[in-house]
């Protein structure tokens, strides 16, 4: 039996953060009008949520606002990417890897005063098979079932070993609900963290003020407004002017030097899980044949768009995997060098002439740059792009992630270690190889070193048969008031965690 540390020490680790974050904040005079400390922040945002309701709306926006702030799970990431307790003040693993017992705190209350306890636990995973469309319900497939033990007793046996399991319990699946708390999650979510939400306009701002009746710790900041933003220039613009305070994940790398060089600002680069993505439609009659899906990685020039779209901020990868998990293969990154010469090649092959393509694209900043480089490259070997920016994230949602209505997409995905998710023949990328999928669940069931070695094998034929081309990956550059302590350096997690946030 393994034994994990009890969050209390988390707790008290936190608490003294808190204490001495907020008097190196007075001390600054980061005082309000009347002289109290300042504990109101605004965050600018780019991707606007659609709705409040992540168990059925695809994409990063909404857990980023209320992952780990309105809704909390049993486990959490901290931001090294660390699973740690939350909701579970520990747990225990049996020797076989099958049975997890948790030891959940006492006393926790949602934000509608209901009582979480083990049988919160119990309702709200089972819930995930029948009830979530997005996010990873499939995460949960390992579960064979939930007993509540007592209040503060939850034992989860799983079918077989997963080594992916409690790692995707820290993510949007493994958020607590309650019964009665689900009358409209879409407006008005119910959770256990430290935030309300206390209004939302969709487009334009989410509001959230602390839970005064919150179970742990209490947040700093009490009263928090994500604002959200079309344009990275009037993002920016509002921090230079004092009307925003934090700006998570800049988006146009270009506009991050003049902050560099002014003292009433910092700038935190981190590490993060977003792989830029060229998807090309494996099921479409466009890219059903693997040489032109190859063909389409030779005719790129990986940097040139890096360049275009991140002023050279970047990581180029080759695969889907970040060098923040363990079976990264840098060599992936030249794997298909720019070659149009070779591109052709392979049309040629292909029997492929005068190829046309809808190419669909959110229309947000990056991609839009970034779109326009790929559409020129292709055009020399031959194949045109029909770009076309759709409103992100609703109908971009609705044509190419549900409907699968496009050839080719671009695309940044932010969730963590999501490369198995990916590879699903249901996916909008429609990628179909039943060795791969037997790969990863091989992979998820081995012993920790062959787990390592078994994705690394599935990552890289995803790779080699061009299941799309992964550009680049995203820094997490974060621009903040120069006051701000605690705020978020890197994105392991779809969660912007705000908690930890003070002056």
């Given at each position: 039996?393994?034994?994990?540390?009890?969050?209390?020490?988390?707790?008290?680790?936190?608490?003294?953060?808190?204490?001495?974050?907020?008097?190196?904040?007075?001390?600054?005079?980061?005082?309000?009008?009347e002289?109290?400390?300042?504990?109101?922040?605004?965050?600018?945002?780019?991707?606007?949520?659609?709705?409040?309701?992540?168990?059925?709306?695809?994409?990063?926006?909404?857990?980023?606002?209320?992952?780990?702030?309105?809704?909390?799970?049993l486990?959490?990431?901290d931001?090294?990417?660390?699973?740690?307790?939350?909701?579970?003040?520990?747990?225990?693993?049996?020797?076989?890897g099958?049975?997890?017992?948790?030891?959940?705190?006492?006393?926790?209350?949602?934000?509608?005063?209901?009582?979480?306890?083990?049988?919160?636990?119990?309702?709200?995973?089972?819930?995930?098979?029948?009830?979530?469309?997005?996010?990873?319900?499939?995460?949960?497939?390992p579960?064979?079932?939930?007993?509540?033990?007592?209040?503060?007793?939850?034992?989860?046996?799983?079918?077989?070993?997963?080594?992916?399991?409690?790692?995707?319990?820290?993510?949007?699946?493994?958020?607590?609900?309650?019964?009665?708390?689900?009358?409209?999650?879409?407006?008005?979510?119910?959770?256990?963290?430290?935030?309300?939400?206390?209004?939302?306009?969709?487009?334009?701002?989410?509001?959230?003020?602390?839970?005064?009746?919150?179970?742990?710790?209490?947040?700093?900041?009490?009263?928090?407004?994500?604002?959200?933003?079309?344009?990275?220039?009037a993002?920016?613009?509002?921090?230079?002017?004092?009307?925003?305070?934090?700006?998570?994940?800049?988006?146009?790398?270009?506009?991050?030097?003049?902050?560099?060089?002014?003292?009433?600002?910092?700038?935190?680069?981190?590490?993060?899980?977003?792989?830029?993505?060229?998807?090309?439609?494996?099921?479409?009659?466009?890219?059903?044949?693997?040489?032109?899906?190859?063909?389409v990685?030779?005719?790129?020039?990986?940097?040139?768009?890096?360049?275009?779209?991140?002023?050279g901020?970047?990581?180029?990868?080759?695969?889907?995997?970040?060098?923040?998990?363990?079976?990264?293969?840098?060599?992936?990154?030249?794997?298909?060098?720019?070659?149009?010469?070779?591109?052709?090649?392979?049309?040629?092959?292909?029997?492929?002439?005068?190829?046309?393509?809808?190419?669909?694209?959110?229309?947000?900043?990056?991609?839009v740059?970034?779109a326009?480089?790929?559409?020129?490259?292709?055009?020399?070997?031959?194949?045109?792009?029909?770009?076309?920016?759709?409103?992100?994230?609703?109908?971009?949602?609705?044509?190419?992630?549900?409907?699968?209505?496009y050839?080719?997409s671009?695309?940044?995905?932010?969730?963590?270690?999501?490369?198995?998710?990916?590879?699903?023949?249901?996916?909008?990328?429609?990628?179909?190889?039943?060795?791969?999928?037997?790969?990863?669940?091989?992979?998820?069931?081995?012993?920790?070193?062959?787990?390592?070695?078994?994705?690394?094998?599935?990552?890289?034929?995803?790779?080699?048969?061009?299941?799309?081309?992964?550009?680049?990956?995203?820094?997490?550059?974060?621009?903040?008031?120069?006051?701000?302590l605690?705020?978020?350096?890197?994105?392991?997690?779809?969660?912007?965690?705000?908690?930890?946030?003070?002056?």
């Open positions: 039996m393994r034994a994990h540390t009890r969050r209390s020490l988390f707790a008290s680790i936190a608490t003294v953060m808190v204490a001495s974050m907020a008097l190196v904040g007075c001390s600054a005079g980061s005082t309000t009008a002289g109290e400390p300042d504990t109101s922040l605004i965050v600018g945002l780019l991707a606007t949520p659609g709705n409040l309701d992540y168990t059925t709306t695809a994409g990063a926006a909404i857990p980023q606002a209320l992952l780990y702030n309105v809704y909390e799970g486990v959490k990431l931001n090294d990417g660390t699973i740690i307790p939350l909701l579970a003040e520990s747990w225990t693993v049996s020797d076989d099958l049975v997890y017992d948790f030891l959940l705190h006492d006393g926790v209350t949602f934000s509608d005063g209901s009582p979480f306890t083990a049988e919160s636990v119990k309702f709200s995973l089972e819930r995930v098979k029948d009830n979530w469309t997005a996010n990873g319900p499939a995460y949960l497939d579960i064979a079932s939930i007993e509540a033990v007592s209040d503060t007793e939850a034992r989860i046996t799983l079918s077989k070993p997963s080594n992916s399991w409690l790692f995707n319990m820290s993510g949007p699946v493994g958020t607590m609900f309650t019964e009665s708390g689900l009358k409209d999650l879409a407006t008005a979510p119910v959770g256990t963290g430290p935030y309300t939400v206390s209004s939302f306009k969709t487009g334009d701002s989410l509001v959230l003020a602390a839970n005064t009746d919150y179970w742990g710790e209490a947040p700093y900041m009490t009263d928090v407004t994500l604002r959200y933003f079309t344009d990275a220039t993002q920016t613009n509002a921090l230079l002017s004092g009307d925003i305070n934090f700006i998570s994940g800049i988006s146009q790398f270009q506009l991050v030097d003049q902050f560099k060089s002014n003292a009433d600002f910092q700038v935190l680069e981190g590490a993060s899980t977003g792989e830029v993505t060229l998807s090309m439609n494996n099921a479409s009659d466009a890219f059903s044949d693997v040489r032109v899906r190859q063909a990685m030779y005719a790129i020039d990986r940097q040139a768009v890096m360049d275009t779209a991140n002023s901020y970047g990581l180029l990868i080759g695969s889907m995997v970040p060098p923040t998990d363990p079976w990264y293969d840098k060599d992936l990154a030249d794997l298909y060098p720019y070659d149009p010469e070779k591109a052709t090649e392979l049309l040629d092959e292909a029997g492929v002439s005068d190829l046309s393509v809808a190419f669909k694209i959110p229309n947000l900043p990056y991609a740059a970034g326009q480089v790929v559409k020129d490259q292709l055009a020399k070997v031959g194949i045109t792009a029909n770009v076309t920016a759709l409103e992100f994230p609703a109908v971009w949602l609705d044509d190419v992630f549900s409907g699968h209505d050839d080719m671009l695309i940044m995905h932010s969730e963590p270690r999501d490369v198995s998710v990916f590879a699903a023949p249901t996916y909008y990328a429609g990628y179909n190889s039943p060795e791969v999928m037997s790969k990863f669940a091989e992979a998820d069931a081995a012993d920790p070193a062959s787990y390592i070695e078994l994705m690394k094998e599935a990552t890289t034929t995803m790779a080699e048969e061009a299941a799309a081309d992964w550009l680049y990956l995203q820094p997490a550059i974060s621009l903040a008031d120069a006051d701000l605690g705020v978020p350096k890197n994105t392991p997690s779809l969660a912007l965690d705000l908690s930890t946030i003070a002056r």
